[in-house]
């Protein structure tokens, strides 16, 4: 097998990828698999280290951290040659979850078989990319309080939670696409790539990461005592069937909204209001595990 080269965020999952990406390492070692590994110093310096990799030829580039992680790699790869292969050492993992990915034992594996498939990317406004989940409303101003608390980042979302689900007003937007307009006050928006988000919730329960289409969850304004009903069963993708929640289906969508409002791919602030989402087929190779979703 040729080089691969491990990008490591050491702040990932509260500093743990920081504590067992040595572990990672030595196992691929010991398989076979000769590995380069660089570990990042500051926010936003994956896409660089990344991009610089894909343009020097390298093969496969891995990720140990999370869905953030991932995304800043994402970033710097799309669209070359080279295969994406991920650790799972961050808080949510969905995005190496819905590639087959569950733990550091699968993740080895794989990269070591090295079974790889293309699969879409959602660019933002021509510049940027993600893979997994942006959002719109009410998660987003949760992710963002997290994001703004340096500490652990597990806790700082269930607190986010808490403190935005009592202070949060409905959002006023506007989705089109395919020739169909929805505007109305909204309680969250979901735009996704993989089924899963916010460690395993469901929102798109029917998403295809190579089917060349955007599933959109849309979650209309309601009492919060209906939102508090409806909650537990976005793990199990049942929440659709629920007055108030809607699902679409499209290509490409442009959002506005009445003041700018930000939006959030992955856990990270990606845009703000109005932009435009649009599918790129097969636009990322990536190392599959045994079981992909």
């Given at each position: ?51 610089g990799l894909a343009a020097r030829g390298c093969e496969t580039v891995v990720v140990c951290g999370g869905d953030g992680t991932v995304n800043e790699v994402i970033n710097g ?217």
């Amino acid at each position: 097998m040729k080089k691969t080269h491990i990008l490591i965020n050491p702040v990932a999952g509260g500093r743990k990828c920081k504590k067992q990406y040595p572990a990672v390492v030595r196992r691929l070692g010991e398989s076979g698999v000769t590995c380069d590994v660089t570990v990042s110093q500051y926010p936003g310096q994956m896409t660089d280290l990344a991009s610089g990799l894909a343009a020097r030829g390298c093969e496969t580039v891995v990720v140990c951290g999370g869905d953030g992680t991932v995304n800043e790699v994402i970033n710097g790869i799309a669209g070359t040659d080279t295969a994406l292969g991920v650790v799972p050492l961050g808080t949510a993992n969905d995005f190496a979850a819905n590639m087959g990915i569950k733990d550091i034992n699968s993740a080895c594996a794989a990269i070591t078989q090295r079974q790889t498939k293309k699969i879409d990317l959602v660019r933002v406004n021509h510049d940027k990319f993600f893979a997994g989940t942006a959002c719109l409303g009410f998660d987003a101003e949760v992710a963002a309080f997290a994001r703004s608390r340096r500490v652990n980042p597990f806790l700082m979302h269930v607190a986010g939670g808490l403190f935005k689900f009592f202070s949060y007003r409905p959002k006023t937007v506007e989705l089109r696409f395919d020739g169909q307009k929805c505007f109305g006050d909204i309680f969250l928006v979901a735009f996704s790539n993989i089924r899963s988000y916010a460690k395993g919730m469901l929102i798109t329960p029917e998403a295809e990461y190579d089917d060349a289409r955007l599933d959109i969850c849309v979650v209309k304004a309601m009492p919060k005592r209906k939102v508090l009903s409806i909650f537990p069963s976005v793990y199990k993708g049942k929440h659709v069937k629920r007055k108030g929640v809607t699902l679409y289906r499209t290509e490409a969508v442009f959002i506005q909204s009445m003041g700018p409002m930000d939006l959030y791919a992955d856990g990270d602030f990606i845009a703000s209001t109005p932009v435009r989402l649009e599918v790129v087929p097969k636009c990322l190779e990536v190392i599959m595990g045994p079981s992909p979703s």
